[in-house]
């Protein structure tokens, strides 16, 4: 009986690790529209046939933790490095975490342009046929798919995945994103409906609310937390790194100016920072408090925000939006000095990443809040 198994375990083995070498081949001697891409396509392919391979039957069970040694200690042989046993169990786990996805978009096409199933062994394995259906499905890099198959809430990681791919972020770009909790602080200024919108479409810049985060989180400026600096020095640094903090600021963001200067009854004014966003088509001024905010403050940034909309703006161009930077506020006091409907907003920054798990603790509860006012 033990004979007999390992000899049904070589003749699986041989015809699994001859189904991945041609699928590495194919990969090798075909053309698409970057390396990234084809490596993408290739591994999701090996990730498949690895996972049929396992769902074999009970007798398979008895050499089923050998195979991927086998398969790495062969493939690794013949094609080199990148097919450790880690890498086979990623190539296995990204199959199963987005095959899903990939069979959704194969009946799509089913309907578009005929059956989408495989007729042949030779079919179900090519590596061109799996690229058509994913070309637009897996988009990006298996860098990218690797960091993002850690991402355990799923809401949470297609957010990042949509971003990633509409914002055409970078792999470093990905990473800090995450790391500066982006997707909860977006969460948490939405209800259920706004969350879930979230996680299917991405951040969505629909309304002037929709470009403000609370808190700002400028970690890359590398200004130690208790150190002692200027509002001057924030906002230099601030533009030494510009390119960063238009990426914290998020979608649509134009720079054009800092310390902008108008005149009014003969005083000059100067506005810290000046943006401008395409998607709103609209002006976006920032001021830079580093202390705690006052109720000056605010008004202050009206008279700003008045002057940009009756002088400045054009007609078809929408109100400017005014946003406070501060390191300290009450939203009490911010409440109670704006009028209803303003498009000024006071927000808080730091200079160090956020405590991630408190707040997907604060975003939990937030979402048992609205769970509960629904019911009632």
């Given amino acids: 009986m033990v004979h007999g198994i390992n000899d049904l375990a070589n003749e699986v083995d041989n015809t699994l ?45 008895e050499y089923g933790k050998g195979i991927l040694k086998k398969l790495s200690s062969e493939l690794s042989r013949e094609f080199g490095r990148g097919y450790s046993i880690s890498n086979l169990e990623n190539m296995r786990k990204f199959y199963l975490s987005y095959s899903s996805l990939i069979e959704e978009k194969s009946q799509t096409m089913s309907g578009i342009s005929g059956s989408a199933t495989p007729q042949t062994r030779s079919e179900e394995l090519s590596l061109t046929r799996i690229s058509q259906s994913t070309s637009t499905k897996l988009p990006l890099s298996w860098s990218h798919y690797l960091f993002l198959m850690g991402i355990h809430l799923g809401d949470e990681r297609q957010f990042y995945e949509v971003e990633a791919e509409n914002q055409n972020w970078s792999l470093r770009e990905l990473k800090r994103q995450f790391n500066s909790s982006l997707y909860e602080r977006l969460a948490l200024s939405r209800d259920q409906a706004g969350v879930k919108k979230l996680s299917e479409k991405g951040q969505l810049i629909e309304k002037h609310a929709d470009v403000v985060k609370d808190p700002y989180v400028l970690e890359f400026l590398g200004l130690d937390e208790k150190s002692r600096y200027s509002e001057t020095e924030l906002e230099t640094t601030i533009i030494n790194k510009l390119e960063h903090f238009l990426l914290e600021l998020g979608k649509g963001f134009l720079f054009e100016a800092r310390q902008k200067r108008f005149t009014f009854d003969e005083e000059h004014f100067f506005v810290d920072l000046v943006f401008y966003n395409r998607l709103l088509r609209c002006y976006v001024i920032i001021d830079l408090k580093i202390g705690e905010l006052k109720h000056q403050d605010l008004g202050q940034m009206q008279m700003y925000v008045n002057y940009f909309d009756r002088h400045v703006k054009l007609e078809d161009e929408q109100a400017t939006i005014g946003i406070i930077l501060c390191k300290k506020k009450k939203d009490s006091l911010v409440e109670i000095t704006l009028p209803e409907g303003a498009n000024i907003h006071a927000s808080k920054y730091q200079t160090y990443l956020p405590d991630k798990e408190t707040l997907k603790k604060q975003l939990e509860e937030a979402q048992q809040d609205w769970e509960a006012q629904h019911e009632e």
Avoid at 22 to 28: D, K, V
Avoid at 35 to 60: D, P, W
């Fill in 17 to 61: 690790l001859k189904d991945i070498r041609g699928i590495i081949s194919q990969a090798r001697s075909l053309t698409l529209r970057s390396v990234n891409s084809l490596q993408v396509f290739s591994n999701y392919l090996i990730g498949r046939r690895i996972v049929k391979e396992e769902q074999g039957g009970e007798a398979r069970a």
